[in-house]
Structures are given as C-alpha cells and as structure tokens.
C-alpha cells in the first residue's frame, strides 16, 4: 500500500504489574487505574475504577494462599477500560457470574464486594489462567456531558 493507511485502529494502551500479597496492594492498585485513566481524554468512570478495581485486589489477597504476587492488568480501550486481577487459586470467585441469591447481611464488613462488581460494571467475569486465575470487569467510556467539570 502506498502513502499513509487512512484507518488504522487505535492500539489499545494497557499496564501490567505485580503487587505484594498484602491490603498494601490496595492502595497501589487504585493509583494506579486513577492515573491510567487521567491519560484519556474520553475515560471510563474513574471513581468506579477505583472501587471495582479495590474490591478484585482486596479479594485476591484475603481469599488466597500463599505469600505471592497478585498481578494487576488495565487494558485501556476505545470502547473503555477492562481490569483484570490474576491470583494463583483456580477456584471461581463466589458468585461473581450468578445472581445474588440472598440479601447480604447488613451487620457484616464483608459480602458485598462482588455484588458491586456486577452492578457497577458493563461486564464481569473469570478465566482461567496457567498460574490460577484472572478475575474481571469492564467499564464503558463516560460521554463528555456527564463527567465532572
């Protein structure tokens, strides 16, 4: 073909990065989206980012054995953003994929933390991986009349 392509998709940017099996992992994780979504003139929510992004680090690290890193994936792409947590237990998380079946209890710290994932996500889900896991979720971009001045 000669001269410049008149399409060319874009290349979706993406970041990959081992944290310490820790709640200090946390923390790191969520900078990290918020900063990779800062780069983007048209962005998934990054506030929800966050959350969804605290709650897969969060589980990792509580319903895992082992002292090793836990991986976290941002891929950016034109239609949004998709985050990945790998671990290395194959075991599916919970009911990510299923409907909640009962009312989580309201005295307890825990429990709710995949049924924000299904409700605050477009998409959801698990996969295997050749060390355990990765477990998902993805967000549409934001339109420009609906973020935040």
Not at 76 to 91: F, N, R
Request: charged letters at 20%.
């Amino acid at each position: 073909m000669n001269g410049p392509a008149l399409h060319e998709p874009p290349v979706p940017a993406s970041w990959r990065i081992a944290l310490p099996h820790t709640v200090a992992a946390v923390p790191v994780a969520r900078a990290l989206v918020r900063t990779a979504l800062a780069e983007l003139e048209h962005a998934a929510d990054s506030d929800t980012a966050e959350l969804l992004t605290a709650e897969l680090v969060a589980n990792a690290v509580e319903h895992t054995a082992g002292n090793g890193p836990i991986e976290l994936v941002v891929e950016l792409l034109p239609t949004g953003c998709q985050v990945e947590v790998h671990d290395p237990d194959p075991a599916p998380p919970g009911d990510l994929t299923h409907p909640y079946r009962a009312e989580p209890d309201p005295w307890q710290e825990h429990g709710r933390g995949l049924l924000l994932i299904r409700a605050l996500s477009s998409s959801c889900g698990h996969r295997p991986t050749e060390a355990g896991k990765a477990v998902w979720f993805r967000l549409p971009v934001v339109p420009p009349q609906r973020r935040p001045v």
